[in-house]
């Protein structure tokens, strides 16, 4: 495999497509630790997501995940992303450069149903399905260009996407 390292492994694409719950099930495949991006901000912050979105501006958190990339010192572990961490160049830049970047795929209509009730999504709040479709599409295409590999979820099972992600990892760390 050309390019950067393949210590981390980073979990990419739009909401609810799965990052967090295939995170946490292939860290436990792969016996490496896991980090939520989200999670992780919050953390640091001490605030939720949609109050420093209210307080501080979007830009700002697109900050403070850049910052997180920048910053972690965690070598070999999983990193589930947020929705919109893969939209910033330097970002991708820094995913490909320190690890392998999997795109978990999943198509909208599954995904709209997922998060449409979700209370923490400031984004999902404030928007209609319409102009969060939109929002999918116009980013697919940077998930499709910072991705190592896309793993297609359509009609697979949690375990069942874990599996595959796992085997992928494997072969493209022995290339
Ligand atoms: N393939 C799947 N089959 C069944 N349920 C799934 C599948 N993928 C994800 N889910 C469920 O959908 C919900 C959203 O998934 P998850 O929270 O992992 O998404 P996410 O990508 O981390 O979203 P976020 O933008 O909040 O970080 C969870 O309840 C999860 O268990
Ligand atoms: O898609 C997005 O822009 C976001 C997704 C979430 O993971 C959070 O990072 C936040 O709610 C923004
Ligand atoms: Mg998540």
Not at 2 to 9: D, E, P, T
Request: charged share 30%; glycine share 8%.
């Amino acid at each position: 495999m050309s390019g950067g390292n393949m210590k981390r492994i980073y979990l990419i694409g739009f909401m609810g497509c799965g990052k967090s719950a295939i995170g946490r099930r292939l860290s436990f495949l792969l016996k490496v630790p896991f980090y939520d991006m989200d999670k992780e901000i919050v953390r640091q912050t001490g605030m939720t997501i949609p109050e420093i979105f209210e307080k501080f501006g979007e830009n700002h958190f697109r900050d403070l995940e850049t910052e997180f990339l920048r910053n972690f010192q965690e070598e070999y572990c999983i990193i589930s992303t947020g929705g919109g961490t893969t939209m910033r160049k330097i970002n991708r830049r820094i995913m490909r450069e320190t690890g392998l970047v999997l795109f978990l795929d999943a198509p909208f209509k599954e995904i709209w149903r997922r998060i449409h009730k979700d209370p923490n999504r400031p984004i999902v709040r404030r928007s209609t399905r319409e102009e969060i479709e939109a929002l999918f599409k116009s980013r697919y295409p940077y998930y499709k260009a910072a991705a190592h590999i896309t793993v297609r979820t359509e009609f697979r099972s949690l375990r069942q996407i874990t599996q595959y992600a796992a085997f992928q990892v494997i072969r493209l760390k022995g290339e």
